[in-house]
T-cell receptor, first 109, second 112 residues
Framework: GQQLNQSPQSMFIQEGEDVSMNCTSS?????WLWYKQDPGEGPVLLIA?????ELTSNGRLTAQFGITRKDSFLNISASIPSDVGIYFC?????????FGTGTRLQVFP | ETGVTQTPRHLVMGMTNKKSLKCEQH?????MYWYKQSAKKPLELMFV???????ENNSVPSRFSPECPNSSHLFLHLHTLQPEDSALYLC???????????FGPGTRLTVL
């Protein structure tokens, strides 16, 4: 099935550093979603974006809906150990919701 | 309870067993989903129910049988599974189909 290209696949950073990850697609989406999954748990919705160019924040997290509607970015500022997990993007239209392959984030103290 | 709940959280079964996974959503949503998540693979959508009707079945083997008795409950009946079916099975719900989905904690299934 169709997938979103998410990069990087994994990141190893030091506590306090900023993090950037992105998601790209060959298709246009009406909505972009970002989820975080902790080990052994289900994904938790972090941010939802509904409009091209939209920039939305949730605490230390900021996500943007790309102007072309084919990409989205997630930034985490001043990372902390509990940011560890897998981050998934998802693009949505009325007929489908497609998930990215995930970015695994490790934060070292 | 709030959100999306799943039981059991962990399940170990033999290939000849029959078991069922249960999902319940307390969000008043109209659509429910089953996903399979295997190690190092993307989320695989298995089934979609909208207003209690199955609207999507993504080539899932017949040894997996979903049931949606009402808009709040979703089951996944399992029989004669294979070891490669071992995975985390996630349930999700959304207000409308393919809107923001809210996930349950998952059932970790191991088939021996």
């Amino acid at each position: 099935g169709q997938q979103l290209n998410q990069s990087p696949q994994s990141m190893f950073i030091q506590e306090g550093e900023d993090v950037s990850m992105n998601c790209t697609s060959s298709s246009i989406f009406n909505t972009w979603l970002w989820y975080k999954q902790d080990p052994g748990e289900g994904p938790v919705l972090l941010i939802a974006l509904y409009k091209a160019g939209e920039l939305t924040s949730n605490g230390r997290l900021t996500a943007q809906f790309g102007i072309t509607r084919k990409d989205s970015f997630l930034n985490i500022s001043a990372s902390i150990p509990s940011d560890v997990g897998i981050y998934f993007c998802a693009g949505s239209n009325t007929d489908k919701l497609i998930f990215g392959t995930g970015t695994r984030l490790q934060v070292f103290p | 309870e709030t959100g999306v709940t799943q039981t059991p959280r962990h399940l170990v079964m033999g290939m000849t067993n029959k078991k069922s996974l249960k999902c319940e959503q307390h969000l008043g949503h109209n659509a429910m989903y089953w996903y399979k998540q295997s190690a190092k693979k993307p989320l695989e959508l298995m089934f979609v129910y909208s207003l209690e009707e199955r609207v999507e079945n993504n080539s899932v083997p017949s040894r997996f049988s979903p049931e949606c008795p009402n808009s709040s409950h979703l089951f996944l009946h399992l029989h004669t599974l294979q070891p490669e079916d071992s995975a985390l099975y996630l349930c999700a719900s959304s207000q409308e189909r393919n809107n923001e989905q809210f996930f349950g904690p998952g059932t970790r299934l191991t088939v021996l």
